[in-house]
């Protein structure tokens, strides 16, 4: 039986390709400048300075010659060298000399393979021989550190894995994934466009804006019956808020600003401070613990142009959000609960399976240690509890507190990350948040912050690839289209829609003289889960005939029992 691979497996294998490609460019473009080459999701990339810039064209030569310094099977070598040495390796490279700078220790990792060597912490394949399905993507602009006022580079995108079989597979999902981007999807559905007077901007039309309505709709509805109460926030405040907060540290670059009156304002690019000015109003009682506040909040964050993509990457976006105020003590169960309404979620979309990771204290944190490991060890005990396999993910958690993600897997099987809940007590402490104990005296409040879809935006993004455009009945924005094969028929067609009207089901009727076959057509173009077909026949019966989006039709139907049938469809 074949070894089954890991998922750290996989990374160290695209790690190593990725040193791979650095080498062949090396030996290829001996003057290319390094920066950085990570393994990621679903493969890997470098970054260069090349004297001169690359052209596509230039990859398929790459790729051989990654190849051939594959075939020497060449052994990875990781060792540690003193810093002094490794600032002689890069003297001539601005970009190591920088990452050298920042490293803390007196020593620095370098991986070699033959002549070839790279400043890195580690983590390999043993040999070149071992990375043997790969296939390098695409070639694209970036800048050195993400930042656009530093040097742009050429990044190579690439993937590799362990067998053939998976490397095609990859291949045949990437040209499905193409297929229904979901940016095609939505100009074909008339469900959202971009225009240059608002680059990273969505402009929801109203078929879009039903889907949106609909997953907020669904997801408050199970908020409700978790005893969440509604709120809303400015999505502009004073800038001092954001000091505060500590999100001027660590966000500033990504905000938006504004000046009046002499006065200075951030536009939010999360939701929580606005949540934390409410629960500071007034005084609160252990009694009212834990108080669940809701917030689908809209945030703005400045994205370099260069990573914008469709739903998934705007500059302006919903979050589902939600800021529990609680004790220490109801940490775990509020924990539990949210990973059991997270699940309820994601089962309602398919999603299946469902990984989970625990992200602890990043490099650039607040708080000090023990109040990182405090908050750390209640989020294990809460998975803990539950059962869940998870994942640690070292230095992944967000700057005031740990965080638990979730990844689901769409029918593609690519993964995306959703769902998160952070635990923080460094917020409560910079606004000093409160409640009275039992006791009479004042305690500290824990928040927890948590989001179920994440971006409301990226996670219709998800869905319209996951269904391929084929949205479930509840969620397709027309749910049924009446399609008579004369007018003669558009009086009982018309009594059709009324009823269906009558249990909230998004129906409409073909107006147009198209005969019957181009009814059909341009309704399965919709993606219109029914098409109700009457004839002379139906009407004569008080039947209808439905047509599905995968062909199928069931004849005969009864209007009550059309109804019925939409009702449990509808649930």
Not at 160 to 165: C, D, G, K, L, Q
Not at 306 to 318: E, I, K
Request: aromatic share 10%; with cysteine.
């Amino acid at each position: 039986m074949p070894k089954k691979h890991s998922k750290e497996d996989l990374k160290k294998l695209r790690h190593s390709a990725a040193h791979l490609l650095a080498h062949a460019v090396l030996e290829l473009f001996p003057k290319t400048k390094l920066t950085i080459g990570p393994a990621t999701e679903e493969g890997f990339f470098y970054d260069f300075l090349p004297e001169k810039q690359f052209k596509e064209e230039d990859l398929a030569n790459i790729e051989t010659k990654m190849r051939e310094i594959a075939e020497l099977d060449l052994p990875i070598i990781q060792k540690e060298i003193p810093k002094e040495e490794a600032r002689k390796l890069y003297k001539g490279n601005l970009f190591k000399l920088e990452l050298i700078e920042e490293i803390p220790e007196d020593t620095v990792g370098i991986s070699t393979q033959g002549e070839f060597y790279d400043l890195c912490k580690g983590d390999h394949v043993k040999s070149t021989g071992q990375i043997k399905h790969f296939k390098l993507l695409n070639l694209s602009g970036s800048y050195w550190r993400a930042d656009k006022t530093k040097p742009a580079l050429q990044r190579i995108s690439g993937t590799a894995f362990f067998t053939t079989e998976d490397l095609e597979e990859y291949e045949q999902l990437k040209e499905e994934a193409a297929k229904y981007d979901h940016r095609k999807l939505g100009q074909q559905l008339d469900l959202f466009s971009f225009h240059e007077e608002g680059p990273g901007f969505v402009f929801f039309h109203p078929k879009g804006k039903t889907i949106i309505t609909l997953l907020t709709r669904y997801l408050k509805k199970l908020l409700d019956g978790a005893g969440y109460k509604d709120i809303s926030t400015p999505i502009m405040l004073l800038d001092k808020l954001w000091h505060q907060s500590g999100h001027w540290e660590h966000y500033k670059k990504n905000m938006y600003f504004c000046e009046k009156e002499d006065k200075h304002y951030a536009i939010r690019p999360m939701n929580c401070p606005g949540a934390i000015l409410i629960y500071k109003n007034r005084p609160h009682s252990y009694r009212e613990l834990p108080l669940r506040l809701s917030e689908f909040g809209l945030v703005h964050r400045y994205e370099l142009s260069g990573v914008l993509h469709g739903l998934f990457r705007l500059r302006a976006f919903t979050i589902d959000d939600a800021h529990i105020f609680c004790t220490i003590d109801q940490i775990e169960k509020e924990v539990i609960t949210t990973i059991k309404i997270i699940h309820t979620v994601m089962n309602k979309f398919g999603f299946s399976p469902i990984s989970v990771t625990l992200g602890t204290k990043p490099d650039k944190a607040m708080g000090s240690t023990d109040i990182w490991e405090k908050a750390t060890h209640a989020l294990q005990n809460a998975l803990d509890k539950t059962g869940i396999i998870y994942e640690i993910n070292e230095g992944d958690g967000a700057f005031y507190g740990p965080k638990i993600d979730f990844c689901v897997e769409d029918s593609m099987k690519r993964e995306w990350q959703c769902s998160t809940i952070q635990l923080d007590f460094l917020m409560p402490e910079r606004f000093d948040l409160t409640y009275i104990a039992p006791s009479g005296e004042k305690e500290r409040t824990v928040m927890v912050h948590r989001a179920v879809y994440g971006s409301l935006e990226r996670f219709m993004g998800i869905l319209l690839e996951h269904y391929k455009g084929n949205l479930p009945f509840w969620l397709s924005p027309i749910q049924a289209r009446i399609l008579t094969i004369t007018d003669t028929q558009k009086k009982y067609g018309q009594e059709i829609v009324d009823a269906l009207k009558q249990i909230d089901i998004r129906v409409d009727m073909d107006e147009s003289s198209d005969p019957i076959s181009g009814k059909i057509k341009v309704a399965q173009e919709e993606r219109i889960p029914w098409m109700l077909v009457i004839g002379k026949k139906e009407e004569a019966n008080k039947t209808i005939t439905i047509r599905h989006r995968d062909g199928a039709q069931e004849t005969g139907i009864s209007v009550e029992q059309l109804v019925k049938q939409a009702v449990e469809e509808n649930q």
